[in-house]
């Protein structure tokens, strides 16, 4: 095993072409100055030649007068009239009530009415999770304006676009209702990048795709040419979903949810924690099996699934589709507990009934078992230039890519504080890259020559 990670730091090192050691590379990136935050307090390293910057943080002010709140994760861009619309989830729970965006005010929390949260709380507990509009004008690389545009869940973590221009913001909590808690949470929820008709922009009506089932929600990405939902769950014993809805583009009209079954292998354990039991790059074929009752009480969804025969995965995270292809992480699978990065390539008869003709195919498409290459990957990306972009959810976590064929390099690295990176994207011209300092509730815009880390 150790010739395979001294492979695996040999093919890092050679296409890091210009890289001669993370001493000598890596730059410090610049913060905005502000009344609260040092000038000159440093949060990326990054290669010689890139620059970032805070462009939003927590307790900012924004637009309709409520407060960025804390905790920044999943993210994704849209180009809308020529402006970057940034939407983000923020994984709070509603508690502390300081992470949420009142600020702890009375005055600004009854501003809304009890029918703009998914979960008021009875007006005591409500769901401080969410999410936040920003509007970014990259040429100038300023906030045009900011603003609350979902409010009253709980721990919304990652999520996913669509190409209708929504982002789908996921609930990865199943708290039942009872004990302050008006209704039960586990859910996802659609919100426009262009703001409701209604009023231009602000908060949506937050109504649950219910049908997309209830359980720990983490990432979902979509096909454009189908318009299938692809999800993942972040549990240590957690499936891949696909969500076929009954009109494309219309999430709320229901749709068939089920899970993905390696043919011939039911019940296949991916972790390969105990054993090799899948290898990378050997492409496995798969069926996809409907469930039934995908609104449980309990949590118990994936169980059901594993016992009729879905795959098992260690703790489902980012997920993003590009080349044709939908790529996610599983951040604790592997022998060393370290991380996996999968790929699935659609059946071209996804979703029909041909679809047992040529089936898609699930691969393993990395676990280097190395911590120096992969540390509990998480919210990843598709790069312009085709590679993996991911971040990593522990202390001293790093900007990592991955290539077409599987060798890891590495971006850049969070010096500023324990917190874990989040919501990795690039802005639909691809010149910016943007990512969160979750504990410390930062949004970063990181700029340079993208082209340059062009691999393969």
Request: charged letters at 20%; a negative charge; proline letters at 6%.
């Amino acid at each position: 095993m150790r010739a395979s990670r001294r492979t695996f730091l040999r093919q890092s090192l050679a296409i890091s072409a210009g890289f001669v050691g993370l001493s000598s590379y890596l730059t410090h990136a610049r913060a905005l100055t502000s009344p609260t935050w040092s000038p000159i307090k440093q949060w990326l390293e990054l290669p010689a030649g890139f620059t970032a910057k805070i462009i939003s943080r927590w307790g900012d002010k924004m637009s309709d007068g409520f407060f960025v709140p804390n905790r920044h994760d999943g993210m994704a861009t849209f180009d809308i009239n020529g402006r970057v619309v940034l939407i983000r989830n923020h994984e709070n729970s509603p508690t502390p009530t300081e992470f949420g965006p009142f600020n702890q005010d009375e005055a600004l929390f009854r501003k809304l009415a009890k029918a703009n949260f998914f979960d008021y709380g009875s007006g005591e507990k409500p769901g401080l999770g969410g999410t936040t509009t920003v509007v970014y004008d990259e040429a100038s690389q300023t906030v045009r304006e900011q603003y609350l545009s979902l409010i009253g869940t709980n721990r919304n973590c990652a999520g996913g676009l669509t190409p209708w221009n929504t982002w789908i913001s996921c609930e990865e909590d199943v708290t039942p209702a009872g004990n302050g808690h008006e209704t039960a949470h586990g859910y996802n929820f659609e919100i426009p990048a262009t703001g409701m008709p209604a009023t231009g922009k602000g908060l949506i009506e937050p109504v649950p795709l219910r049908e997309m089932g209830r359980f720990n929600h983490e990432a979902v990405c979509v096909d454009p040419t189908t318009s299938i939902v692809y999800q993942t769950e972040d549990s240590s014993d957690s499936l891949i979903y696909r969500y076929l809805p009954k009109t494309p583009g219309k999430l709320h009209q229901g749709g068939v949810l089920q899970a993905l079954v390696v043919l011939d292998q039911p019940g296949l354990d991916t972790r390969n924690w105990e054993a090799q039991t899948v290898t990378i790059n050997q492409p496995l074929a798969v069926r996809w099996l409907t469930l039934e009752d995908v609104e449980p009480t309990e949590d118990d969804l994936r169980l059901r699934g594993h016992a009729a025969g879905a795959a098992l995965f260690a703790r489902g995270e980012g997920m993003w589709f590009g080349n044709n292809e939908v790529y996610f992480a599983c951040t604790n699978g592997g022998r060393e507990l370290a991380g996996q990065v999968f790929k699935y390539v659609p059946s071209p008869y996804e979703g029909t009934s041909r679809e047992k003709e040529v089936p898609g195919t699930l691969t393993l498409f990395a676990e280097p078992n190395d911590t120096d290459l992969l540390k509990s990957c998480d919210n990843l990306t598709v790069a312009p230039w085709g590679d993996v972009v991911l971040v990593e959810d522990k202390a001293n976590s790093h900007i990592r890519g991955i290539t077409p064929q599987g060798e890891i390099y590495t971006i850049g690295r969070n010096i500023g504080s324990d917190s874990e990176l989040a919501g990795a994207c690039f802005s639909p011209s691809g010149q910016t890259f943007f990512v969160n300092v979750q504990n410390e509730g930062l949004t970063l815009a990181v700029t340079g020559p993208w082209g340059k880390l062009r691999k393969g």
